[in-house]
């Protein structure tokens, strides 16, 4: 705690000193990063001294009646904020995952359960639209491949803005439904299910993709087995040669489409990078909510009973209708605090 104050005098002082821009820019960076930390700790130390303070205050046997009295009734409540301060700062000082104030490729795709699993699809694309809207994050579609009779077979979408990933980050999974199709006449639930991978945006500086290792196909979007909803000579496929993953863009823009496949193409090859990263550090992986595997099932949507159900963190809510509507943070607040228990655990363990 000591060297993070420091640290954060030091940039105070440095940028009213007055540096270059970009020296600015990168201090100004840092002082917003530990900011909030900074203050927790200032505000715990000054609680500390007014706990001293009291409980010396009862140890003396000269103190009168009336201050006793007073500071046996505030010392309970300083304790409580002394406490929530150092649990606080526990947190701030947690090893933090750089991808956390990222941006976001947020892909669904439709699993089993045919023309109801391309519906639910469209449902969890709406879902997290409405949730981004709600934190004023942008949400922009980059392609997608509608179904036979609604929603998608396939959605990719970024969403940019501030602690996306670290929002987002644990939705990847599978998500299952449980509800009576539209077009079920006998009125028997179906369980279908859809995929969600959210991969952190990746910067030209995360992942040097070189020339030699892609390869850049233009071709009608339909020539790709109707994936694709635009049916335009521009539309782009890139192909990475030594991994073999494969990016199609369709919109009307050629060069619009490459920028666009890229940028798909960096966050799946970053995604990749940080996935090898995790398996090597098996201990790590303990402590992360479910695996991250795409395979894994997180998540039912029980319709009939109203209820959402995360497997990962045993939470069941019977809000399934607001938390279709975008209101999420209950979830995600509890996904988050259950990452950073766990990683408090072994913070404690080691």
Do not use: C
């Given at each position: ?268 090859l970053f995604d990749m990078e940080r996935s090898r990263a995790e ?72």
């Amino acid at each position: 705690m000591d060297q993070v104050v420091k640290r954060f005098e030091m940039l105070e002082a440095q940028m009213a000193a007055g540096p270059e821009p970009d020296a600015y820019v990168r201090m100004a960076s840092e002082y917003s990063e530990i900011q909030d930390l900074v203050g927790k700790i200032r505000a715990l130390r000054s609680a500390e001294r007014e706990q001293a303070d009291l409980s010396a205050m009862l140890a003396d046997k000269a103190t009168d009646a009336d201050m006793r009295e007073l500071a046996e009734a505030e010392l309970p409540g300083l304790e409580e904020r002394v406490e929530a301060l150092e649990r606080d700062i526990q947190i701030l000082l947690l090893p933090r995952d750089a991808a956390d104030e990222k941006n976001a490729i947020l892909e669904i795709r439709a699993g089993t359960g045919g023309d109801e699993a391309a519906l639910f699809a469209g449902d969890l694309f709406r879902m997290y639209e409405r949730y981004a809207a709600a934190h004023g994050w942008r949400f922009e579609t980059i392609s997608a491949s509608e179904g036979d009779v609604g929603g998608y077979k396939e959605i990719i979408a970024s969403v940019s803005g501030k602690g996306v990933f670290a929002h987002l980050k644990f939705e990847s999974g599978v998500h299952r439904v449980q509800r009576v199709p539209e077009t079920e006449a006998q009125g028997r639930i179906h369980t279908s299910a859809a995929t969600v991978a959210v991969l952190p945006e990746a910067e030209e500086v995360d992942i040097d993709i070189r020339a030699e290792d892609i390869r850049i196909d233009t071709m009608r979007a339909s020539g790709a087995g109707g994936q694709h909803v635009n049916t335009t000579d521009s539309a782009v496929r890139i192909t990475h040669l030594p991994t073999g993953i494969m990016v199609v863009s369709a919109e009307k823009s050629q060069h619009q489409n490459r920028a666009r496949a890229m940028q798909i193409l960096r966050a799946r090859l970053f995604d990749m990078e940080r996935s090898r990263a995790e398996e090597e550090r098996s201990e790590s992986r303990k402590s992360q909510v479910g695996s991250g595997d795409r395979s894994e099932r997180i998540r039912t949507y029980n319709f009939p009973q109203g209820r959402v159900t995360d497997h990962r963190i045993n939470l069941t809510l019977y809000k399934l209708d607001r938390v279709m509507m975008g209101e999420m943070d209950e979830i995600i607040d509890a996904l988050i605090a259950d990452h950073q228990s766990k990683l408090l655990a072994d913070m404690s363990e080691s």
